[in-house]
């Protein structure tokens, strides 16, 4: 009786210990189904990719050609039409001066399609630089600096402030029959525009908004009525203006064909606020 107990007690311990069966059969059946997947889509793959046999490229090309962007995108052209790297071909091309933007997409079977737009010049930054419209410096030695472009100068850091006072200045200069063709912030922070017509704008370091604002409300129909006899125009005084005369007269004096120029520019030749 008592062997009997011990032989019970010895297998209900044997029992406690007993590891769980693993069933390897439900652990392997998602791995080499993962497998199956994997070696499934690299033979794809391989069936699939081929070589790229036409390359097609559209854009304005009036600066670029389509030999210089076959060029940029050349050695990812080797890696077959699905081993290609997109995105690394549209930066290749963005990489161009000249280029904005590109969009780069595969045509099946074997072609890829890329479509370019190019920058447009708005203005010329310094002696060689060029903006785009959006005031960004993308070319800064440009080999050919169109002539009717304006001309905006500054700290280079300074390049989008500069191109969007010119953008605003000069929407609405226009309706008044004026133009700007130059605009300058030099070192010191002083700005200096030049119409269109010849005549210098000084607007100072300080108070540069209302005094834009006092040119184009009043002195900007002043100068629309005498531009060939208006040297300048200064406006870094704290009450107002003066005119500089192309004859050599001296500032503030009249005009006869202008009552108001001869008023305004008058009572405001006091010494002022640089």
Same mark, same amino acid.
């Not at 070696?39 to 050609?65: H, M, N």
């Not at 920058?119 to 005031?135: C, F, M």
């Given at each position: 009786?008592?062997? &009997?107990?011990?032989?019970?007690?010895?297998? &209900?311990?044997?029992?406690?210990?007993?590891?769980? &069966?693993?069933?390897?059969?439900?652990?392997?059946?998602?791995?080499?189904?993962?497998?199956?997947?994997?070696?499934?889509?690299?033979?794809?793959?391989?069936?699939?990719?081929?070589?790229?046999?036409?390359?097609?490229?559209?854009?304005?090309?009036?600066?670029?050609?389509?030999?210089?962007?076959? *060029?940029?995108?050349?050695? +990812?052209?080797?890696?077959?039409?699905?081993?290609?790297?997109?995105?690394?071909?549209? +930066?290749?091309?963005?990489?161009?001066?000249?280029?904005?933007?590109?969009?780069?997409?595969?045509?099946?079977?074997?072609?890829?399609?890329?479509?370019?737009?190019?920058?447009?010049?708005? *203005?010329?930054?310094?002696?060689?630089?060029?903006?785009?419209?959006?005031?960004?410096?993308?070319?800064?030695?440009?080999?050919?600096?169109?002539?009717?472009?304006?001309?905006?100068?500054?700290?280079?850091?300074?390049?989008?402030?500069?191109?969007?006072?010119?953008?605003?200045?000069?929407?609405?200069?226009?309706?008044?029959?004026?133009?700007?063709?130059?605009?300058?912030?030099?070192?010191?922070?002083?700005?200096?525009?030049?119409?269109?017509?010849?005549?210098?704008?000084?607007?100072?370091?300080? $108070?540069?908004?209302?005094?834009?604002?006092?040119?184009? $409300?009043?002195?900007?129909?002043?100068?629309?009525?005498?531009?060939? &006899?208006?040297?300048?125009?200064?406006?870094?005084?704290?009450?107002?203006? /003066?005119?500089?005369?192309?004859?050599?007269? /001296?500032?503030? +004096?009249?005009?006869?064909?202008?009552? $108001?120029?001869?008023?305004?520019?008058?009572?405001? $030749?006091?010494?002022?606020?640089?």
């Amino acid at each position: 009786m008592a062997r &009997k107990q011990a032989r019970r007690r010895k297998a &209900k311990v044997e029992r406690r210990f007993e590891l769980p &069966k693993v069933r390897w059969a439900r652990l392997l059946a998602p791995l080499f189904a993962v497998l199956v997947v994997v070696a499934t889509y690299e033979l794809a793959l391989r069936a699939l990719d081929r070589e790229i046999q036409s390359l097609e490229i559209s854009g304005p090309f009036d600066r670029v050609s389509a030999m210089q962007i076959e *060029a940029a995108i050349a050695s +990812e052209l080797d890696a077959g039409f699905l081993g290609s790297n997109l995105l690394r071909m549209r +930066e290749q091309v963005r990489s161009l001066d000249w280029i904005d933007d590109a969009t780069v997409r595969r045509r099946w079977p074997d072609r890829i399609s890329v479509t370019v737009t190019e920058q447009v010049a708005a *203005a010329v930054w310094d002696e060689r630089g060029l903006l785009n419209v959006r005031g960004e410096l993308f070319v800064a030695d440009a080999r050919h600096v169109p002539a009717e472009l304006p001309r905006l100068s500054g700290p280079e850091v300074r390049a989008a402030d500069v191109a969007a006072r010119y953008i605003a200045i000069r929407e609405k200069l226009i309706p008044l029959g004026l133009d700007l063709a130059e605009l300058e912030l030099d070192s010191r922070g002083a700005w200096r525009m030049v119409l269109a017509n010849g005549v210098t704008v000084r607007l100072g370091r300080r $108070d540069v908004d209302p005094r834009t604002s006092l040119f184009l $409300d009043v002195v900007a129909n002043i100068v629309t009525a005498n531009a060939k &006899k208006i040297d300048y125009v200064d406006l870094r005084y704290s009450n107002g203006f /003066t005119i500089g005369w192309s004859d050599g007269r /001296t500032p503030g +004096e009249s005009v006869a064909e202008s009552e $108001d120029a001869s008023m305004l520019a008058q009572s405001v $030749d006091r010494g002022g606020n640089r």
